[in-house]
C-alpha cells in the first residue's frame, strides 16, 4: 500500500469518525432541548478541529513510518487525487443546493449549519472512498 492511499485511508476513517462523534454529542441533547436551542457551535467547531488534527498527525505517523516513501507521488497518485477532487467538487456543489434554498427559506441556522456540515463530511467519505477504489480496482 502507497503512502497516498494510507493517507486516503485515514482521511475517510477520520470524514467518518467526526462527524459520528459530533452526531452522537447532538443526539445526547435533542431529548433535553429543543433542536434549534441546542448550542452546537462549539461541537461544530471541536469536530472540525479534531479531525484536522487527527489527519495531521495520523499522516505524521504514517509519513514517520514509511519515511522512504512519504511525499512522493507518481503519475498514478496524481491522476486519483486529481479525479477523487472531480467527484468531490461536483457531489459537494450538489448538496450545497439545500442549504442555500433554506437559507432563502430562512430556516434556522442550526439546521443550515448541519446541513454543511453533512455535505463536508460525505463529500470527503466519497473523495475518499472513490480515492480507495481507483487504488484497489483502478479505473
Request: aromatic content about 14%; glycine content about 8%; charged content about 15%.
Amino acid at each position: 500500500m502507497s503512502y497516498e492511499e494510507k493517507r486516503t485511508w485515514i482521511y475517510a476513517v477520520v470524514a467518518i469518525a467526526a462527524p459520528a462523534v459530533y452526531v452522537t454529542y447532538i443526539l445526547g441533547k435533542v431529548a433535553s432541548t429543543p433542536v434549534t436551542d441546542i448550542d452546537y457551535v462549539g461541537a461544530m467547531l471541536i469536530a472540525i478541529g479534531g479531525a484536522i488534527l487527527a489527519s495531521i498527525v495520523a499522516g505524521m505517523f504514517i509519513g514517520i513510518s514509511s519515511s522512504k516513501e512519504a511525499g512522493r507521488k507518481d503519475e498514478r497518485d496524481q491522476e486519483i487525487g486529481h479525479r477523487g477532487f472531480i467527484l468531490g467538487f461536483f457531489v459537494f456543489s450538489i448538496l450545497m443546493v439545500a442549504p442555500l434554498v433554506m437559507a432563502m427559506a430562512e430556516v434556522p441556522h442550526f439546521w443550515i449549519a448541519n446541513t454543511i456540515y453533512l455535505a463536508f463530511a460525505l463529500t470527503a467519505f466519497l473523495y475518499s472512498v472513490l480515492k480507495i477504489v481507483a487504488y484497489r480496482r483502478g479505473f
